[in-house]
């Protein structure tokens, strides 16, 4: 997903291009916004942490980008490309150093297992959005 602060700050297009030179197919995508329940589900693994609450009205403050990516090792290739959570950490040239002003609004999501990316991919498409 391109988070709100990303979304907000015009740079869609500038991650999507860094995506696609990284070698990643698109193979579903859409312009959407969370509903607060649809936040607290899919951060739901974080409901009993502090941030939770910031987390979820942060992600709904407005529209995202979402979007399902293929790529031989595209959870670990894809997770390199965005960079470290905090982009003060971040290596140079990756999304999160180029695009994120903080831990809390870090510009991109990007799962961290297969088996999480289709679960998070289910939650944002049925099976005919997927091309």
């Known amino acids: 997903m391109i988070k709100p602060d990303a979304v907000e700050n015009g740079y869609i297009g500038a991650i999507l291009e860094k995506i696609t030179a990284a070698g990643f197919k698109i193979v579903a995508m859409k312009y959407t916004q969370l509903s607060q329940r649809d936040a607290e589900e899919f951060y739901g693994i974080h409901r009993e942490r502090p941030f939770f609450g ?68 289910a939650f944002h498409f049925s099976g005919r959005e997927v091309f």
């Open 54 to 121: 910031e987390l979820v009205e942060f992600m709904t403050r407005g529209p995202i980008v979402a979007a399902i990516l293929e790529k031989d090792n595209a959870v670990d290739d894809f997770r390199a490309l965005i960079g470290a959570t905090n982009p003060a950490e971040a290596a140079e040239g990756t999304i999160r150093k180029l695009y994120a002003a903080s831990i809390g609004e870090n510009a991109i999501h990007g799962s961290d297992s297969d088996e999480n990316a289709a679960i998070e991919g």
